[in-house]
């Protein structure tokens, strides 16, 4: 157990003071990382349950992954321009193929926030295309899609958009309920339910949509806005509606993709077939990489000069990476693995719900785990303090954890992939004495 007091303040002034304040900037200092732990510059170890956030699911600084690094960097690391590199063409074609090649066309970006900017500005090229009578974008409250401008006016969270007046405020976005059955936003019960969610998106279609709807876009589990689990029938309910309306489907995959919630993507739970998958994160394996893919007919909507990066594909060290991060997923079996392990959290963190009341819900898929605070479980009303005071508890007991969701009670669980399962007891064991010790204050 660690002993370091940080106080309230998390924040080190020296360490912050040539930075623009809004990114992470609070202690511990982490110098160093192997597998699913990392270390302080004072030597202290943390089981790291953020992973990046995300972004570490091969683990940190996997020997494959740094090998790939460094042999790339010594021959070729960033192409001139616009000329073909095999390297980045065959990372392309393998990504497909975990869509059994029904997505083609691959464009990779820099984050994740490019990603489902440029896969916006794909949507609106094919609707344009196809003579569409009008340009809505329909996005859902809870969801995160980037804090770019257009990434920012998807995501549903007015308190991500506070102080940037028009920023975040793109024409035609529409935003309609998530699936947030815990706190169903219709006020249903789960019996009565039957996804009335997903109808709202047909009534939106009618009422405030400007024209017509040319996107739809949305995290398959929403990860930001708290580990927001769909029900099994809300995906193809929303999928037909689209299909109906000649929508296309956008699912972005920057947090759910690669094998975190033990499919190699989200939306495969639920057998969707999108027409735009966004990814990052986890294919860089810890360098900057991200991208979109789309069918044929979506991806060949782009004219010539109509959409570019700099880095993206052409940075070669990236690409280098994923092709090393794709071999050890496949070759260490992490899919499977992060099945397992988020048996083990899910059986484990149900345990401690049985023991402490403070606990109102816990979902996820794999390794994509949300554990809901609340004052009491009669009002469900959210426990934001208490859900700081565990964080900072289980930090001082090796255990990072990041905290998640709109009203800021819900820690999201996303180790690396590779988190053996005494890991997975540890990280249970922090905060079952945390959630004891808080219960004692």
């Not at 999928?239 to 920057?254: A, F, Q, S, W, Y």
């Not at 057998?271 to 294919?283: E, G, L, M, Y």
């Not at 060290?317 to 099945?339: I, M, Q, S």
Request: aromatic share 6%; with cysteine.
């Amino acid at each position: 157990m660690r002993t370091e007091s940080f106080g309230n303040n998390l924040i080190n002034d020296d360490l912050a003071a040539n930075l623009v304040p809004g990114g992470s900037m609070g202690l511990p200092v982490i110098t160093a990382g192997s597998g699913a732990e990392v270390l302080d510059e004072d030597g202290n170890k943390y089981l790291d349950l953020e992973a990046g956030p995300g972004v570490a699911s091969v683990g940190h600084c996997h020997p494959t992954v740094v090998a790939a690094v460094q042999e790339q960097a010594a021959k070729l690391m960033q192409s001139p321009g616009r000329y073909h590199s095999r390297l980045t063409s065959e990372l392309a074609k393998r990504i497909t193929d975990l869509t059994g090649n029904r997505l083609r066309r691959v464009f990779f970006s820099n984050s994740g926030a490019e990603a489902n900017d440029g896969a916006i500005k794909l949507a609106l090229k094919r609707a344009t295309l196809t003579g569409k009578r009008g340009f809505g974008i329909l996005a859902l409250e809870h969801g995160f899609h980037g804090r770019l401008s257009l990434p920012l006016s998807l995501t549903g969270m007015a308190s991500r958009k506070k102080g940037f007046g028009p920023y975040g405020s793109f024409p035609g976005v529409v935003h309609v309920p998530a699936p947030y059955c815990y706190r169903c936003p219709l006020g249903l019960s789960l019996q009565n339910c039957g996804v009335k969610c997903a109808d709202v998106v047909e009534d939106v279609l009618k009422t405030r949509v400007p024209g017509e709807a040319a996107a739809l876009i949305a995290e398959p589990i929403l990860g930001v806005g708290g580990v927001i689990v769909p029900p099994e029938s809300y995906w193809p309910k929303v999928e037909t509606i689209c299909r109906g309306n000649n929508i296309l489907l956008i699912h972005d995959e920057v947090f759910c993709g690669f094998g975190r919630t033990g499919k190699m993507f989200g939306h495969q739970h639920w057998d969707s077939k999108p027409d735009i998958v966004t990814f990052a994160k986890t294919i860089g394996g810890g360098l900057p990489l991200g991208g979109f893919m789309a069918t044929e007919e979506v991806g060949t909507s782009f004219e010539e000069g109509d959409h570019f990066t700099t880095f993206g594909g052409n940075s070669q060290v990236g690409p280098a990476a994923a092709h090393a991060v794709l071999d050890v997923l496949e070759k260490e079996h992490l899919v499977k693995r992060a099945v397992d392990a988020g048996h083990l959290f899910m059986h484990g963190l149900k345990g401690l719900a049985a023991k402490h009341e403070a606990i109102g819900d816990v979902r996820g898929r794999g390794l994509m785990i949300g554990v809901e605070l609340v004052k009491d479980r009669a009002s469900r009303e959210p426990a934001p303090q208490l859900t700081k005071q565990l964080q900072q508890a289980m930090r001082e007991r090796g255990v990072l954890v990041a905290i998640t969701g709109v009203h800021g009670c819900v820690l999201r669980i996303t180790p690396p992939l590779v988190i053996s399962e005494a890991q997975v007891t540890v990280a249970l064991d922090a905060l079952d004495a945390a959630l004891t010790a808080a219960a004692q204050k």
